[in-house]
């Protein structure tokens, strides 16, 4: 059996296939990434470092290969592409600066005191590497969330080895990234093994249950997650899964905003709404407006133009999802159609606050794509008493004005319960690689609130904390010892020290 990539512009095959893994191959991989963490995990977060910044500079010097590839597998153009693969190479060195920072280990000292009951002895706990981890490549991102995305790249600054399970419908850019990466971390000197590439659904299954995965990060269908995530859980020993699955994203717009700057709000609406043909996770697929906005929206939206969709299962996902809106809601708005194979038009659909409030469920499923549902309403107060009642998402926002800021006050209050970012006078789509990022969100945006898959605090889904306890200086790790010679930022008897 083999994998197989598909152009999206005319539906025929492109590139050679590539063979799934066996689950035979599959343990031999996973038994060499076990190998090489044990070599990985001992290095210094300098040598993790230098490691990580000639991964990146091979990136950006493959560029023009790889978005050949990336562009006949995905039909996302070469500009968002060629955007894309620096995103991803920044993504790397963001985590450069983050292991030279040092305080992604959360060292903490506590000092012996037999005085205070129960007495205290020296206790000096930090966060070390988990062990070999499995990514799932995401398909909208073929690069940022993929091959040598952001899971890989916080995986081995971390101090994990990383095995990647490549997504089905991008397998020749899968492979020639993967090469990219492997090339650069053998001329680098890491450890063989440290990072390697399956391909096929079944090797993908077999990945997660392997004894010597100890976490999995994954991007994708809510469907599709939560097998996983099952197969994670029923393992002898679960390990974590983090689930970044499907969000709806809701956004309010209150009235003295829609009064104010109406058609600036429906420009950046329907914008946002049909980016890259609405394959974000980020798609602002919720929105409440005044019903006075509604039309400007629908004119903004039927302006759009279609585009290919990265294959025939999300289109026709899609297909059944803008059905499924339209048995429920009214259709408002057709975007221009696209003649691609795999090509579909934006939709714009529009219900009352009344008809949403009846029957939530049926209005809070996210259709993957250039679809938007708008709920119109007159009285804010019973959009604000609802905010609350809606899925997790990874966003949630509010357009606001001077008149609107007691109303957003109370939006912000309801939508930081529910989603990840909390954005005002913005649109969700676009999510900046900073230390301040957060996304992630409440079930079933992701399996884990806790943590984040972009930004720097993204590393810490792969660590777990050890205590040492009464340990000899010498013995300690480094980050631990008690002239701090890396000069790392610390918590000291319960305060925390810059260096």
Excluded at 72 to 88: D, F, H, N, V, Y
Aim: proline share 7%; net charge negative.
């Amino acid at each position: 059996m083999s994998v197989q990539g598909i152009n999206p512009r005319n539906g025929q095959p492109v590139g050679e296939p590539v063979a799934e893994t066996s689950a035979a191959e599959v343990d031999a991989i996973c038994t060499r990434a076990q190998a090489a963490f044990a070599l990985w995990s001992r290095t210094s977060r300098e040598e993790r470092a230098v490691v990580l910044e000639k991964v990146a500079a091979a990136l950006d010097a493959s560029t023009d290969e790889l978005v050949e590839i990336a562009d006949a597998e995905t039909a996302l153009g070469q500009p968002r592409l060629s955007g894309e693969i620096k995103r991803t190479s920044n993504q790397l060195r963001l985590f450069v600066s983050v292991l030279r920072e040092g305080s992604y280990v959360e060292a903490t000292l506590d000092s012996a005191d037999p005085g205070i009951v129960p007495p205290r002895p020296e206790l000096r706990r930090m966060l070390q590497p988990l062990g070999p981890v499995a990514v799932f490549s995401a398909s909208n991102f073929p690069f940022a969330f993929s091959t040598a995305g952001g899971d890989t790249a916080s995986a081995l600054a971390a101090g994990c080895s990383v095995i990647v399970k490549a997504h089905s419908a991008q397998p020749g850019l899968a492979r020639a990234t993967a090469q990219v990466v492997a090339r650069a971390l053998a001329d680098a000197g890491a450890p063989d093994g440290v990072f390697d590439i399956v391909y096929g659904t079944a090797a993908g299954s077999s990945l997660v249950q392997h004894p010597a995965i100890k976490a999995a990060g994954f991007t994708g269908s809510t469907q599709g997650g939560r097998v996983l995530f099952d197969l994670a859980q029923a393992r002898a020993e679960p390990i974590p899964f983090y689930g970044e699955l499907g969000s709806i994203n809701p956004t309010v717009i209150l009235p003295g905003a829609a009064a104010d700057r109406g058609a600036e709000i429906a420009q950046g609406y329907a914008q946002s709404l049909t980016l890259g043909v609405g394959q974000f996770c980020t798609n602002p697929g919720l929105t409440f407006v005044p019903k006075a906005l509604a039309m400007e929206l629908a004119d903004a939206v039927a302006k759009t133009a279609g585009g290919a969709m990265l294959t025939a299962r999300i289109r026709d996902a899609y297909v059944s999802g803008t059905q499924s809106l339209a048995a429920h809601a009214a259709h408002i708005a057709n975007g221009l159609a696209n003649e691609s194979a795999y090509g579909v038009q934006p939709q714009l659909f529009a219900v009352d606050i009344s008809t949403l409030a009846q029957d939530m469920e049926k209005y809070t499923e996210e259709c993957f794509g250039p679809a938007g549902l708008i709920v119109t309403y007159d009285d804010v107060d019973r959009v604000l008493a609802l905010l609350g009642r809606l899925p997790g998402s990874l966003t949630a926002g509010v357009h606001a004005a001077a008149s609107d800021q007691a109303a957003a006050a109370k939006a912000a209050d309801a939508l930081r319960r529910i989603a990840g970012r909390v954005i005002y006078n913005g649109w969700p789509t676009g999510v900046a690689v900073a230390w301040g990022m957060q996304h992630g969100g409440p079930w079933p945006a992701t399996t884990n609130p806790l943590h984040t898959s972009v930004g720097a605090t993204a590393i810490r889904r792969w660590l777990a904390p050890v205590t040492f306890q009464s340990w000899p200086d010498a013995l300690l790790p480094p980050e631990l010892q008690e002239d701090n010679p890396q000069r790392i930022p610390r918590r000291r008897d319960g305060m925390l020290a810059a260096r």
